[in-house]
């Protein structure tokens, strides 16, 4: 599909619209509503300066396919983001704007997005961004994409910065309660140490080291703890990222049987959440999942005391809103920028909010 079929499409659209690639994170948010669009053909590495390390995708690109060609130079999006079966497309990537295990020591898709093209509401193919930080001034749009749920229009190519793969990893495993993990994950989070994403789940504490080769191998020995042969680690890092591993698959059977999946957003010195059902957690105590029966309202009132907020990730029913109510003053400002990008209120209706 052309650009100009696209922009025609937009401009003319009066009845919902519901942008996908290939639909692999269509559970996540609120219901689906309206006719698809796909951006699949729009699909391919527009420009790739691996010395200036940044790349630029059209939107309908599997993640797979660019980090294949990344790989060629030994380079990666830092932020892991899940790809959900390998059917995870970029522009889709930058719409949900989830990050995987290092999301906290490297940054999220947010932080490494430099630029993006969308087509809005007007129909307009508006550009924002470029190829490096300095390049951006005042109000980033660009940014603002993501997480927006494609809201506030069609996202047709983006520009990301790639990070060159570590020297050396390596991954120390502990046996921890949740409680002492966290307190561990803290300490070490305030010391000189090269770790770049650690999780913790069913008594085990995980941390991944990567850096330069002495500065692994001079942590590895302060640190102690058991060393995990790499393909097994990688299989580990790799399941966590993908929301492909054992405590994955089980809470999409818990969910198929009634159960609810939350993504908590906490300070990380918040203390463990006294939670009936399963957790694991990341992003040294950040990022804590929780698969239970509780009510919606007894959940997010146990983030929201520790200063935290919590999304209704995976449910058979989501009429309490997938993500945490916003207070009056964000809600206008969200309001305000839907209806400037998006006045018809045509995107993706009810992704992120069920009145936007």
Do not use: C
């Not at 300490?187 to 999780?199: D, F, T």
């Not at 009634?258 to 463990?272: H, I, K, V």
Request: no cysteine; proline share 6%.
């Amino acid at each position: 599909m052309k650009f100009d079929d696209l922009q025609q499409r937009l401009r003319d659209a009066r009845m919902p619209l519901r942008f996908t690639g290939h639909g692999s994170k269509d559970f996540y948010g609120g219901p689906l509503q309206g006719e698809t669009l796909s951006t699949l053909e729009l699909n391919g590495v527009t420009a790739y300066e691996h010395s200036e390390l940044f790349i630029s995708v059209l939107a309908g690109t599997p993640v797979f396919d660019v980090e294949a060609l990344l790989a060629q130079h030994r380079q990666r999006f830092a932020f892991e983001p899940p790809r959900f079966g390998g059917k995870g497309t970029v522009g889709g990537m930058v719409a949900a704007g989830l990050s995987g295990p290092a999301r906290a020591a490297l940054g999220s898709v947010r932080d490494h997005l430099l630029g993006a093209v969308m087509i809005n509401g007007a129909g307009e193919l508006l550009s924002f961004g470029g190829t490096v930080m300095k390049n951006v001034a005042g109000f980033d749009v660009s940014r603002a994409l993501a997480g927006s749920m494609g809201q506030l229009g069609l996202i047709t190519e983006v520009t990301l910065k790639v990070l060159p793969l570590p020297a050396a990893v390596a991954t120390l495993r502990f046996e921890f309660e949740q409680a002492p993990a966290l307190m561990a994950m803290n300490r070490w989070g305030g010391e000189p140490l090269p770790i770049e994403a650690s999780a913790w789940w069913d008594g085990a504490l995980l941390l991944r080291l990567a850096g330069a080769q002495a500065a692994v191998e001079a942590a590895m020995r302060k640190l102690g703890g058991d060393v995990i042969p790499p393909e097994l680690a990688g299989a580990f890092w790799m399941g966590l990222r993908d929301q492909s591993d054992e405590f994955f698959v089980g809470a999409e059977r818990a969910v198929a049987g009634g159960a609810r999946m939350w993504r908590l957003g906490l300070p990380s010195t918040a203390p463990e959440l006294k939670l009936h059902g399963e957790q694991l957690v990341d992003w040294g105590g950040a990022q804590r999942w929780v698969v239970t029966p509780m009510e919606p309202a007894a959940v997010r009132e146990a983030a929201a005391k520790v200063g935290g907020h919590a999304t209704l990730f995976r449910a058979l029913d989501k009429s309490a809103g997938a993500f945490a109510p916003l207070s009056a003053p964000l809600a206008a400002i969200h309001k305000r920028l839907k209806a400037s990008f998006d006045p018809r209120g045509v995107f993706n209706p009810g992704r992120l909010y069920a009145d936007l």
